[in-house]
């Protein structure tokens, strides 16, 4: 009887021979390739790497987007030892030189030309000390840098640098929705570890599920799909960036059945097929994370006949909850899910000790943890475990993410929760989108501001709003005061809303 793989070197190891068909989409047209295949490439582009000086544990940065060359290049890395450090492919100068700074690649991976993106000419405004000896370029080099082609015309890898486990082979940096982005460490354990704790295949028979692969090149989403692929077998369907109606085309024609995408994402899905009576049902498993998924949105997508979850984890640790499609609508909606595999969750007061039946702030570890920033102090408990910022209840194994702590608005002596606000003004059926955040007041402390995206067609005012609380049967200190009307919301590259770019706003009405 044969034995799977054991370890993310082993599975790496067995890629050459795996059939798994995988199809990546993009204005230009469709690269339908196998696992096999790409695995095969990343043999000759690990060669490639060695020759440009790369050696295990050395930092190579990549900004592309969802390409081949993308997971080719994982792979190559995977083999060599070397360390991966993706950039989002919708950062400018700015991100990416952080990230270099931070990183000091051996090589340094990108694109000519995406959609309206520049790279050659932003690799222009970044300070030359910033850049490695050697640039490549998917789509041709120049005399200044190397052309990806020459990776791939090296002589095959033959045996893969050895290289411990525990050792960090991947540094994510976060979106920094809150200030400078952090490079969140992962070693090939705990990479392993995400990709076991959790079967992300709907059906027994994998040979009838198809992955739609949505998420941005750069962060975590996008790097776990080639290690799912991989492992579960799945047919994958990747887009090169984000197009929401094109992923409502491909999920009616080719009957996807499985997908993880962040609320902004599903919203995207959900108003295109509304709109245009498309058929999403076949979406028997979608998760949503990343960002704080509403009990109202769950409900609308069951309306559509998808089976969408709540999920919960983070850079940091990818994921530690996740919603059964088995339970009934109403667990579905109101909670984050159950705890996976060999993780761990407690909730803490905020002296830091443990508490039960009471909302607290969410600490987690578990093997799929990552192993500490790169340019933050240690942030770990001593005994091991890592404070979230969020807050949370716990049913037995069933978590409810009710707020992150900096989204308690604090009026009258009173905590509010942004998010609970949040939920009901996205109920309104004028609302398409809402972000509330807490404003300065000098006889409160803080009063709540709801900004907030229209459907259409449509129109709101404060005492609208006010209106709607009170149908709603919400405590009066809890509606919105101020009301902002917007065209949208700033956000990250991987979606996230940007809330300290809506208090800047604020303050300068």
């Given at each position: ?412 002596g009173e905590n509010l929760s942004a998010t609970e606000i949040e939920n009901v003004v ?21 009063r709540a501001c709801a900004f907030v995206v229209l459907h259409p067609g449509t129109s ?50």
């Amino acid at each position: 009887m044969s034995v799977g793989p054991r370890s993310l070197t082993e599975l790496v190891a067995s890629a050459d021979r795996t059939t798994t068909v995988v199809e990546f989409v993009s204005s230009d047209g469709r690269l339908v390739t196998t696992t096999g295949e790409l695995a095969d490439r990343s043999r000759r582009v690990a060669s490639g790497l060695l020759a440009l000086g790369v050696e295990a544990g050395d930092r190579i940065t990549v900004q592309i987007s969802n390409r081949a060359e993308a997971v080719v290049l994982q792979l190559a890395a995977l083999r060599v030892g070397a360390v991966l450090t993706p950039v989002v492919p919708v950062f400018g100068p700015r991100e990416l030189s952080l990230v270099l700074d931070d990183a000091k690649p051996r090589v340094l991976v990108t694109e000519r030309r995406w959609n309206k993106f520049d790279y050659l000419a932003q690799l222009g405004e970044i300070d030359p000390n910033l850049l490695p000896e050697h640039v490549v370029v998917v789509g041709g080099g120049s005399d200044d840098h190397v052309d990806w082609a020459q990776l791939e015309q090296a002589e095959p890898l033959e045996h893969a640098v050895e290289v411990d486990e525990a050792a960090p082979c991947l540094v994510i940096f976060t979106s920094g929705s809150s200030g400078a982005p952090k490079g969140v460490q992962h070693s090939r354990a705990t990479l392993w570890a995400e990709v076991v704790d959790f079967d992300y295949r709907p059906h027994a028979d994998s040979s009838r599920d198809v992955y739609l692969q949505g998420s941005a090149a750069g962060h975590i989403g996008g790097y776990m799909f080639t290690l799912r692929a991989l492992h579960y077998d799945m047919r994958t369907i990747v887009l090169d960036g984000w197009d929401a109606a094109a992923a409502c085309r491909i999920v009616g024609d080719e009957k996807v059945t499985a997908m993880v995408a962040t609320p902004f994402h599903v919203v995207q899905m959900l108003e295109i097929a509304e709109q245009q009576s498309l058929d999403l049902s076949s979406l028997d498993m979608m998760m949503a994370g990343g960002a704080p998924v509403s009990a109202a949105l769950v409900r609308r997508a069951d309306r559509l006949g998808v089976g969408l979850v709540r999920a919960y984890g983070m850079s940091e640790h990818p994921t530690f909850a996740i919603g059964r499609w088995s339970d009934p609508l109403d667990v579905r909606a109101e909670h984050d899910g159950y705890i996976t595999g060999a993780n761990e969750v407690r909730l803490v007061d905020d002296d830091g000790k443990p508490v039960a039946g009471v909302p607290g702030e969410i600490q987690v570890r578990g093997p799929e943890q990552f192993l500490g920033y790169t340019n933050a102090p240690d942030v770990f408990t001593d005994d091991g475990w890592f404070a979230t910022g969020d807050i949370g209840v716990l049913d037995g194994d069933l978590l409810t993410v009710v707020d992150r702590k900096k989204n308690i608005i604090i009026r009258g002596g009173e905590n509010l929760s942004a998010t609970e606000i949040e939920n009901v003004v996205a109920t309104h059926p004028s609302v398409l989108e809402v972000a509330v955040i807490g404003v300065p007041d000098d006889r409160y402390g803080e009063r709540a501001c709801a900004f907030v995206v229209l459907h259409p067609g449509t129109s709101i005012d404060l005492e609208g709003v006010r209106q709607h609380f009170v149908d709603s049967g919400v405590a009066k200190q809890k509606t919105p005061e101020f009301l902002e009307i917007v065209d949208d919301l700033p956000r990250s590259g991987t979606g996230k809303i940007r809330k300290h770019e809506l208090f800047r706003l604020r303050a300068g009405l």
